[in-house]
């Protein structure tokens, strides 16, 4: 007797969205499927608090292995990352050299750094997208610290102890939110004056986090103005060098620039041969996620061209939404009946220690109420990710630090 063929539903990326879909199909049981998702790394990133890491906080609250979160499911781990697509033949290239068919593929990737083609900017700036990113950034912050201590001149010591934030988005003023503080902060662990600490804020649009309403805009500027932090707008980098990041009509003597100011979707979907996208690199999707002329390609989450894609809400609606899909066209009903529909996300951005500003529809919080909104919304994508008792400990190491300065350690001994 012959054993039936096993449909291989393949999803590409372990974010937000790949996971939750994966789980939602695994929780089907689905008869003759194989789940395999495919990831270029062993660990889950969240992504929405790697500026914490930035500032001192511990990476394990951004880096959940995904042998935990997938353990007793039948999902296939492969760890690889994927090249090339071939959507004429059905079949992916990782960049082992291995060949990955499949009858239904999910694109769930996520969003890269986009440079703009900047001179100097890609090679001489840092960012905090990925948990590597964010240590090598806080490791640089108290290296310039160093530095100040070591350096001659008055100059010398100012610019090494200027850092430059370029993007007034949700990440751009949750990481000046916190280097308010723990810039200041490790300036005196340094036995330096904290004074010396300056940091900047560069927008090209006329304000901050500009999707958002601008009454809640306002709030954030003033929030982080009272935190001392300096805020240019209508201001746009056209040049960087190693100690000079130029404006258009300005210029900044800086070692340290932060760049949050361009993202893009992951350059593969861009490079795919016909596949649709967007001008941001985004896959043109149909009334059911499904890639255009492609019905056994779905995208979702940054992967996907709608409305509110880039938030993590989005990916993770958009992953149960796909699964109910797949989960129909593998039980043989192929008449689908409901439409995507997009769902507005909450916003809700941190700007310092203990305040958030949150935008639920038309309704704005500010100060420490936002910010429980903020961590209640953080422990909800713990539960949709990981199981109860995995999620609270992932949720409680936020609390914990984790500094890589052993001067800074020394003095945290002395301390305590």
């Known amino acids: 007797m012959s054993v039936p063929h096993r449909k291989r539903i393949v999803i590409v990326g372990a974010g937000f969205g790949g996971i939750r879909l994966a ?10 499927t194989r789940i395999i998702l495919i990831s270029d790394k062993p660990h889950f990133e969240y992504h929405a608090a790697l500026y914490r890491v930035v500032t001192g906080h511990s990476p394990l609250e951004t880096c959940v292995p995904l042998r935990e979160i997938f353990a007793h499911t039948p999902v296939e781990l492969l760890e690889d990352r994927i090249v090339e697509i071939n959507l004429e033949k059905k079949e992916l290239k990782g960049n082992s050299g291995t060949r990955y068919e499949y009858e239904t593929l999910v694109l769930a ?47 010398e010591k100012v610019k090494a102890a200027h850092f430059v934030v370029v993007g007034g988005g949700a990440s751009g003023t ?38 958002l309403l601008p009454k809640f805009s306002e709030r954030v500027e003033s929030r982080l103005r009272e935190l001392g932090v300096n805020i240019f707008l209508n201001r746009a980098v056209v040049q960087e060098e190693v100690e000079t990041v130029y404006l258009k009509d300005m210029q900044f003597k800086t ?36 890639a255009k002329n492609h019905e056994d390609v779905f995208a979702i989450g940054d992967a996907a061209a709608t409305t509110y ?32 529909v997009p769902r507005k996300p909450w916003y809700v951005i941190p700007a310092g220690h203990h305040w958030a500003g949150a935008q639920i529809g038309k309704l704005l919080f500010f100060g420490r109420v936002g910010w429980f909104l903020r961590r209640l919304a953080d ?27 052993p001067l800074c350690e020394t003095e945290k001994d002395q301390n305590s």
Request: charged share 25%; with cysteine; glycine share 6%.
């Open 23 to 32: 789980l939602d199909l695994a929780r089907r049981r689905l008869p003759y």
């Open 109 to 155: 990737l996520g969003s890269e750094t986009e440079y703009f083609n900047i001179p100097g900017l890609k090679e001489n700036s840092y960012g905090f997208k990925t948990v590597s990113e964010a240590l090598a950034l806080k490791r640089h912050l108290h290296e310039m610290m160093v530095a100040v201590s070591k350096v001659g001149t008055m100059d």
């Open 174 to 211: 949750e990481i000046a939110g916190d280097l308010a503080h723990y810039a200041k902060k490790i300036a005196v662990t340094h036995k330096l004056d904290a004074s010396i600490v300056t940091i900047d804020v560069v927008e090209a649009a006329p304000r901050l986090v500009s999707m």
């Open 255 to 290: 070692q340290t620039l932060i760049w949050t100011a361009g993202i893009r979707a992951h350059r593969l979907l861009a490079a795919t041969s016909n596949l649709g996208t967007d001008k941001k690199g985004r896959v043109v999707v149909d009334e059911y996620l499904r």
């Open 309 to 340: 894609s880039g938030m993590a809400q989005t990916a993770i609606y958009d992953a149960h939404y796909v699964a109910e899909r797949i989960a129909e066209n593998t039980l043989g009903n192929h008449a689908w009946r409901l439409k995507y």
């Open 379 to 405: 422990f909800r994508a713990f539960t949709m990710l990981m199981p109860a008792r995995k999620a609270i400990s992932t949720f409680l190491s936020t609390s914990k630090f984790s500094e890589t300065c």
